[in-house]
């Protein structure tokens, strides 16, 4: 393992986001502590509690979550998309390191990033609500697997990308919308059942759902089948992009 | 020398169907300096591209050292730098800091001594804190030169190094390479100055719509092709050349006052003294006598252009 080569890369998209962190830390730290004042102190309060969990606490892991996946798309695409948009990218491909350790330089700063911001969050959510963690083993552990099963996701579509829109595409299209209506702020047993059943294809929910089961020790879905899902997509993500390394999709022509 | 890069039977074709190389045998000496000239899409960059690992080859084999590109890519490559043709560079990181990735990213240790010393050979040292996007030019197609530089490569590619730079840090530049070969550096520059090559390869290769169709050394090659020029400056205007000298090719000046004859410089008797004495017999009195070389670049168009005929 070429661990001076995969430093390079981590350090590099680490300092980016230090250099950066007004963008990188502040903003979604501001915009989800937006989410805890309208959502949990001021709506919050007059809702009623979810599963015995009063609701400002309950859609604590689902702002964790949506920061956590957009976040991590972000940062995995824009880490390996502006290298290939400015060209530097030559520079990597050309370089004795093999793709395994590309991806671990750039996936792993990628998760770290939204790991601490998911830390932040947790910590900042502290001052708006009270809550307490049951499992924070799990609760590290699905934080942990869904920053990098989606920093895999954000490293394809930052490959797959020819420009900004289609960047922002799948984040603010696919991603947001799946996120809101995966559970983030209610539990699906509140809806009719026909639309629990189509919430089911949405995958987000098993990954809401087993991280809200880290805190509070209920959930949508069993904790095993939330955890198989978030495996399954983490293969999937790493499935496809070993495919794009094999192939050289839009990398090496 | 021994060989230091060895390419067999290298082809590229595009998925649009584009064949960019065919079929190229190449060899690289070691420690010289060898110059890759050709119009512009023959195929240089693609062929340096694949020989870095940024293209794909279709075909044939690549080895660098004595390491195969695809299998042994690892070894390969870190015998290699690279200076591309464009000047891209992240504008917000300081000239420090891309340098000095730029070693980690070749799995190098850190080593600020050597890093120091390549940016002050670069007279980058003052600069080593600004941002990118504060350099000109110039200055960043230095930094593109101290990156590849930084993982001390056995090999460097220079793709048009001197593109768009001014004629003193063009000349600063030939300094560079002449001592980066002086400490044992293998280069390999393509250029579309012909002066460049000339003044600085060792050997030149001219590659012409994705083939190779010339290696040989520069001093052999301005010999054995090279053309040489008599210019006969007349006192007075003559309206014919003398019936004694329709043997010879020669060309009268619109004027009448300028007698040239093109001659093979390798040619044993070119039949100058010939001429000149009769021109003295025919009481053809002149002014001056000149005679010019032609210059790489005449070989190089000269080149081209027949493959373009043949073609």
Redesign the interface.
């Known amino acids: 393992m070429?661990v001076?080569?995969i430093?390079?890369?981590y350090?590099?998209e680490m300092?980016r986001m230090w250099?950066t962190k007004l963008q990188s830390i502040l903003t979604p730290v501001i915009s989800t502590s937006l989410y805890f004042v309208v959502f949990g102190s001021a709506i919050g309060s007059r809702m009623e509690d979810v599963g015995g969990v009063s609701y400002g606490a309950f859609i604590v892991p689902g702002l964790i979550m949506l920061t956590l996946l957009t976040q991590s798309i972000s940062n995995a695409s824009f880490g390996i998309y502006f290298p290939k948009f400015?060209?530097?990218i030559?520079?990597?491909?050309?370089?004795?390191?093999?793709y395994v350790e590309i991806v671990i330089g750039y996936v792993g700063a990628a998760a770290t990033k939204s790991i601490i911001l998911g830390l932040i969050i947790l910590a900042t959510s502290t001052l708006f609500v009270d809550f307490q963690i049951q499992h924070p083993f799990w609760m590290l552990g699905f934080l942990v697997l869904t920053a990098v099963t989606f920093s895999f996701l954000g490293f394809v579509i930052g490959i797959w990308a020819d420009g900004f829109e289609k960047l922002q595409i799948v984040p603010l299209m696919v991603v947001t919308p799946l996120v809101f209506l995966g559970g983030t702020f209610y539990s699906i047993s509140m809806l009719p059942s026909f639309w629990q059943g189509v919430t089911l294809a949405n995958p987000v929910v098993y990954l809401v759902s087993g991280f809200r089961w880290s805190f509070y020790g209920s959930s949508d879905v069993n904790i095993w089948i939330s955890l198989g899902m978030t495996l399954g997509f983490l293969a999937l993500f790493i499935g496809m992009t070993a495919w794009i390394f094999k192939t050289?999709y839009k990398l090496?022509? | 020398m021994t060989d230091i890069i060895s390419v067999q039977g290298l082809e590229k074709t595009y998925e649009n169907g584009f064949s960019a190389l065919k079929n190229i045998d190449l060899t690289i000496k070691q420690g010289e300096i060898f110059a890759l000239l050709g119009p512009n899409g023959a195929g240089k960059t693609t062929l340096i591209s694949t020989i870095c690992g940024l293209v794909n080859p279709t075909k044939g084999t690549v080895k660098a050292g004595d390491f195969d590109i695809i299998s042994q890519y690892k070894a390969a490559r870190g015998l290699i730098g690279l200076v591309p043709q464009e000047l891209t560079t992240d504008a917000f990181e300081t000239v420090w800091a891309t340098v000095s990735f730029s070693r980690g990213l070749f799995g190098k240790k850190p080593n600020k001594a050597l890093i120091e010393q390549i940016l002050k050979d670069l007279s980058l040292w003052d600069k080593r804190n600004n941002q990118l996007r504060q350099l000109s030019g110039g200055m960043k197609r230095r930094v593109m030169i101290a990156k590849a530089l930084s993982h001390e490569p056995q090999i460097l590619f220079l793709d048009e190094p001197t593109a768009g730079v001014d004629v003193e840090l063009r000349r600063d530049m030939w300094a560079l390479v002449r001592k980066l070969r002086d400490n044992g550096v293998t280069i390999i520059l393509t250029t579309h100055y012909i002066e460049e090559a000339e003044e600085m390869a060792d050997r030149i290769g001219v590659i012409n719509g994705g083939e190779i169709i010339l290696v040989d050394d520069k001093d052999a090659l301005m010999k054995r092709l090279g053309r040489k020029t008599l210019t006969i400056s007349l006192y007075k205007a003559i309206e014919d050349l003398p019936i004694s000298l329709a043997d010879y090719p020669l060309q009268l000046s619109d004027d009448g006052l300028t007698v040239s004859y093109e001659f093979d410089a390798q040619q044993e008797h070119n039949g100058i003294s010939h001429i000149i004495a009769n021109l003295q017999a025919e009481g053809i009195e002149f002014t001056d006598i000149q005679t010019q070389e032609s210059s790489l670049e005449d070989i190089f168009v000269n080149l081209v252009h027949q493959k373009d005929d043949a073609a």
């Open positions: 070429n001076h080569s430093a390079a890369i350090q590099f300092f250099r400015s060209g530097t030559y520079e990597v491909l050309s370089a004795p390191i093999s050289g090496k022509p």
